[in-house]
């Protein structure tokens, strides 16, 4: 078994000409950074500028989804003077097939949540008796009619612009 061999293999690593002064119970200095960075303080620069106001009320996407529902509903059905009596959704002039999502948004905001959605751009749903066809050009919708209004509280008045 050559001995000196595996001394050699597993003795600890060193170099017997190494010009470093610590053994096992002083340590060395760290080494020195390669390179020296120069440490500036500056101001961050900010990429963004300020956004300028346009002088106008901050709308919600909710809200201003609900108000063009509004401006397209209230011309389809007659004008706000017939809505004060209340109308059926299918007695509106459907003219072209974007009205589809348009029922089918307005039955979501009149229906779910009690109509809440929909009160508040001045408007009250109720289910009427029997179902209702629309078609425009060669496409179709069937729903169950309803009955569309001015909420009770804006009764009286014409639904806001």
């Given at each position: 078994v050559p001995y000196r061999f595996l001394r050699e293999l597993l003795a600890p690593a060193c170099m017997r000409a190494d010009p470093n002064?610590?053994?096992d119970h002083e340590r060395a200095d760290p080494p020195p950074p390669r390179r020296t960075t120069g440490i500036e303080r500056r101001q961050p620069s900010f990429p963004l500028r300020s956004k300028r106001r346009q002088g106008e009320t901050v709308v919600s996407l909710e809200q201003a989804r609900l108000e063009r529902l509004r401006d397209w509903l209230v011309p389809a059905l007659g004008?706000?003077?017939l809505l004060a009596l209340g109308r059926r959704l299918s007695q509106a002039a459907f003219i072209e097939p974007e009205d589809f999502p348009r029922i089918m948004d307005l039955t979501k905001a009149g229906m779910l949540g009690q109509?809440?959605?929909l009160r508040r751009i001045g408007l009250h749903m109720d289910p009427a008796d029997g179902t209702a066809q629309?078609?425009?050009?060669?496409?179709?919708?069937?729903?169950?009619?309803l009955t569309v209004r001015l909420s009770p509280r804006t009764r009286g008045k014409a639904p806001p612009p």
């Open positions: 002064y610590w053994d004008g706000s003077d109509g809440a959605k629309v078609a425009v050009e060669d496409q179709r919708l069937t729903f169950t009619d």
